[in-house]
Structures are given as structure tokens and as C-alpha cells.
Nanobody, 121 residues
Framework: QLYLAESGGDSVQPGGSLRLSCRAEGNMFSVDTLGWYRQLPGVPDNQREKVAAIESSGATNYADFVKGRFTISTDSFKRTLYLQMNSLELEDTAVYYC????????????WGQGTQVTVFS
């Protein structure tokens, strides 16, 4: 079992920055894909949108709506996942979740409890 805990969410004004963290504790066997997702206000849980990810190859990819503004990274052991968020916009208001999953072992995926990011003017 793997437990994930996000932190770093806050309320900021447009143009501000935040750094989200996700701490992983437990068994990381088969986990090789790490990502950040977000759930916009009023949207059901099953419609979380992918924000950024680090694939099993080590390559990073980003949703178009955050390219050039957000950066995903991890520590050497992949025990802490980060999301640096710059130039925040009102539309970035959401609950952000980290996800650790396996690209080869079906059904392996873990979620944190989420952290709230609010961008207000």
C-alpha cells in the first residue's frame, strides 16, 4: 500500500505562484508514473483533468493549459513529487491531486486527498 499526502495549496492572486508537494509513504513497487491532476469546482470526481506527468521513461508532459507556466519534478527517490505553478490564473482554481501509478501493472494507482488552490482577484 502507498499513501500520498499533498500540501502547498493556498489562495493567491492572478500572476502569483505556488509550489505543491506530494509525499509518498509505503510500498512503491511497480509505481513508475507520477502525475498531478485537478478537479475544477462543481466537476465530479471522475472528471479530474490531467495537469502534468512524469512518465516511466522519465519524460514529462503537460496539459496545454499549463504549458510554460507549471513544472513537475520529483526528488531522487520519487518520494516527493512537486508542481511549481507560476503565472496562476483564475481558471487554475481547483483541488489538485497527485497520483502514483503503474504503467505495466493493471489497476495500480494511488491518490492523495487533494489540496485546494484558489486564485482570486
Amino acid at each position: 500500500q502507498l499513501y500520498l499526502a499533498e500540501s502547498g495549496g493556498d489562495s493567491v492572486q492572478p500572476g502569483g505562484s505556488l509550489r505543491l508537494s506530494c509525499r509518498a509513504e509505503g510500498n512503491m513497487f511497480s509505481v513508475d508514473t507520477l502525475g498531478w491532476y485537478r478537479q475544477l469546482p462543481g466537476v465530479p470526481d471522475n472528471q479530474r483533468e490531467k495537469v502534468a506527468a512524469i512518465e516511466s521513461s522519465g519524460a514529462t508532459n503537460y496539459a496545454d493549459f499549463v504549458k510554460g507556466r507549471f513544472t513537475i519534478s520529483t526528488d531522487s527517490f520519487k518520494r516527493t513529487l512537486y508542481l511549481q505553478m507560476n503565472s496562476l490564473e483564475l481558471e487554475d482554481t481547483a483541488v489538485y491531486y497527485c497520483n502514483y501509478a503503474s504503467s505495466w501493472r493493471h489497476g495500480v494507482g494511488y491518490w492523495g486527498q487533494g489540496t485546494q488552490v484558489t486564485v482570486f482577484s
